[in-house]
């Protein structure tokens, strides 16, 4: 007996809509025929595990995260092998990482088996969305968006009493309309998304919203991407608007911003300091300041920087833009970023072997 009940969508897309989104799917813009939802009152926790048709929701306007923004999320991908199966890269990380993040914005614990079954179970039911990489370098998946929010209708600031968690799946390529071309990322001076104390670890709409208007000055700049610094000294880089960052220096360190209570743990960063070894690099997480990196790009000793995440991949970074100088990485993508791309990628859709146990089977 499956945890979650089923109900099948009677009007799902006909196959050749289906099939044509799996062809060019963008990022983020179509979603599949089904969600899952689980329902928490602060009496009875979680109850009423279910898969049912992709619908707009029907929320109260007085609903607690209309005005004080209880949200958190996850973002996870579904990678079709080979011989059809389908499987998820350490989905643990992520089940642990949402409570953590439910910790921090108050919301209540979600037991990690019924967050790995609501990706199980959602996928059996839209299986068929998810897409069949073609060449090695491409990146088709199926994104998988857990997120949980508060739902009960109470203008008082306390934490909500009445919440919802679901997983919405769209299939997926590339992040960047580019592909793996290196990107360009926008310095932010006096914007931060994230301070001590504050909610920056967590994964919480919040913290994607105050990213949006650096995000648009670095579109205004012409960048894709933005860059923070720490809120105190203005100084450390922390990560992008949505994803974290690594440098790789010319005498073989893979360099990462140390985590703080200011930097989200990603999944991917995570996977590529484990991995680092394995291409002869020595992972290094520490503090890095913009000079050091600004300095070290000049005179040699940073040959390469890429940005990482489950959404993002790896991507190269080809240039930062800060108000007044620019760090320059050349337009080709970098030779290690591209080997952690295809080391990654390999694992994630079983072209080698998972040594690591990291891989999940979904269907
Ligand atoms: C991810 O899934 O990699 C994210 O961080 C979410 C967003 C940037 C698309």
Redesign the pocket.
């Known amino acids: 007996m499956h945890k979650f009940a089923v109900l099948k969508n009677i009007q799902p897309q006909p196959e050749l809509v289906r099939e044509n989104i799996k062809k060019n799917p963008g990022?983020?813009l179509y979603f599949t025929d089904h969600m899952a939802h689980v329902r928490y009152t602060i009496d009875d926790g979680w109850q009423a595990h279910q898969v049912k048709p992709y619908a707009p929701l029907q929320l109260d306007p007085a609903a607690a995260v209309f005005h004080y923004a209880q949200e958190i999320?996850?973002?996870?991908k579904a990678y079709r092998h080979a011989d059809g199966s389908v499987w998820t890269f350490r989905p643990d990380r992520n089940a642990a990482r949402i409570n953590r993040s439910a910790e921090r914005l108050a919301l209540p614990q979600l037991p990690e088996e019924d967050f790995i079954e609501s990706l199980r179970a959602l996928v059996r039911v839209d299986q068929e969305w998810v897409p069949t990489p073609g060449e090695d370098a491409d990146e088709s998946s199926l994104?998988l968006?857990p997120f949980m929010i508060a739902s009960e209708r109470f203008l008082g600031v306390r934490a909500s009493h009445e919440v919802d968690y679901y997983v919405i799946a769209c299939p997926a390529g590339p992040?960047f309309a580019g592909g793996i071309k290196p990107v360009s990322i926008w310095l932010s001076q006096s914007l931060k998304r994230a301070g001590h104390g504050g909610t920056g670890f967590a994964?919480c709409g919040g913290n994607?919203a105050a990213s949006l208007v650096a995000q648009n000055e670095a579109a205004a700049q012409g960048c894709q991407q933005v860059l923070f610094t720490d809120a105190d000294e203005n100084k450390y880089i922390e990560e992008l608007?949505?994803?974290n960052l690594m440098l790789v220096t010319r005498d073989g360190r893979l360099l990462t911003p140390e985590l703080s209570d200011s930097i989200?743990d990603?999944v991917?960063r995570r996977s590529l300091l484990d991995l680092a070894p394995q291409l002869g690099l020595e992972p290094e997480e520490r503090r890095i300041t913009i000079d050091e990196w600004r300095e070290g790009a000049a005179n040699g000793d940073i040959v390469e920087a890429f940005a990482c995440?489950?959404?993002?991949v790896i991507t190269p970074i080809g240039r930062i833009v800060g108000p007044d100088f620019t760090i320059d990485h050349g337009e080709e993508p970098g030779e290690r970023a591209m080997e952690f791309r295809k080391t990654l990628l390999d694992i994630q859709y079983g072209r080698v072997e998972d040594t690591n146990n990291w891989l999940v089977r979904l269907a």
Not at 73 to 76: A, D, K, V
Not at 309 to 312: L, P, S
């Open positions: 990022f983020g999320f996850e973002g996870l994104y968006r992040y994964k994607y608007g949505g994803m989200l990603g991917t995440g489950t959404a993002a």
